[in-house]
């Protein structure tokens, strides 16, 4: 009984942390970047290893344990989750190893593949379950399965982390360093006293938790990005402002000079029709050094009086 309500408090524990970190993560604006994305579907895979494990380790504790069917059905369902949670993970250590970021569909693709077929696998393939006083143990291929898969997840994270060996102290492998050695410990803990298998969850909401303080921050990402953006606007107004004056006043000598030369010759013609048509190129003239004046107002405006 005391090792139940021990599993229970530790876990639910830890479940309420997961839950806030949630809460925190998914109350703000996010920009829909490859990290945030994973690492949304992280937290779900948290919540949902978390309590798949609180509902397995009620159904296999001593005197909850009579209904086999039910023991396989929650052990199926954790079995799945792991296998998401694996998968999640060792996606984004593959994805931030990786040198090309344009094969990130390609490999995302890949994944999801390897994750849905890892589920069917699961479901179909059988587990065992010993009921004993202690409680109920369960067996089987099934099991096998998931802790071969898992296997295979963290050597591949390893694999990448190795691969990038130029950039080992990159704060986002920290979550992985700390799961090897604080798994390493639970595992050594586990052949000693198996009855603390209970610390595996709470490792995992752990590493999700310190995981939340690696990834780029995206309020500042955005913060950042809307900065370049409003550099860039009055960086393009000044030039387009520059360009216009620059035009304007190289525009205004020539138009003056056609005024001035012809009021010089409108006055020696004596043909109405001559003076007609003079008259008129003047009156255009005249229009066209009106509106590049406008321009020249319109370029002299001061960026800052804008507002974004």
Request: glycine share 2%.
């Amino acid at each position: 009984m005391e090792n139940i309500l021990g599993f229970l408090l530790i876990n639910i524990y830890s479940l309420l942390v997961i839950i806030a970190t949630s809460v925190v993560f998914f109350s703000k604006q996010r920009l829909r970047q490859t990290e945030d994305e994973t690492y949304k579907n992280f937290l779900i895979a948290n919540i949902f290893i978390t309590l798949s494990g609180i509902i397995l380790g009620l159904t296999v504790s001593p005197g909850l344990n009579d209904n086999s069917f039910l023991i396989i059905l929650c052990n199926k369902i954790y079995l799945i989750a792991l296998i998401f949670w694996i998968s999640i993970l060792t996606f984004y250590y593959t994805y931030v190893s990786l040198k090309d970021k344009r094969k990130e569909k390609k490999l995302k693709k890949i994944f999801n593949i390897i994750t849905v077929i890892s589920m069917i696998i699961i479901i179909l393939i059988p587990i065992t379950v010993d009921v004993t006083s202690n409680g109920a143990v369960a067996e089987g291929p099934a099991i096998m399965f998931t802790y071969t898969m898992f296997g295979i997840g963290f050597i591949f994270q390893i694999i990448c982390v190795l691969s990038n060996y130029k950039n080992l102290k990159n704060k986002k492998y920290i979550p992985l360093y700390l799961l090897i050695f604080l798994g390493s410990i639970v595992l050594i803990s586990m052949m000693i006293n198996p009855t603390l298998n209970y610390l595996i969850n709470p490792i995992f909401n752990f590493i999700a938790i310190i995981m939340f303080h690696t990834i780029e921050n995206p309020d500042m990402q955005m913060i950042d990005t809307l900065l370049r953006n409003k550099e860039l606007v009055e960086q393009t107004v000044n030039d387009k402002s520059n360009f216009l004056f620059k035009i304007s006043q190289e525009m205004k000598k020539p138009i003056q000079n056609i005024v001035r030369n012809i009021r010089l010759y409108k006055d020696d013609f004596s043909k109405e029709d001559t003076k007609l048509l003079i008259a008129n190129i003047e009156s255009e003239a005249n229009n066209a050094y009106f509106i590049l004046n406008d321009i020249v107002s319109v370029s002299s405006m001061d960026v800052k009086k804008f507002k974004m």
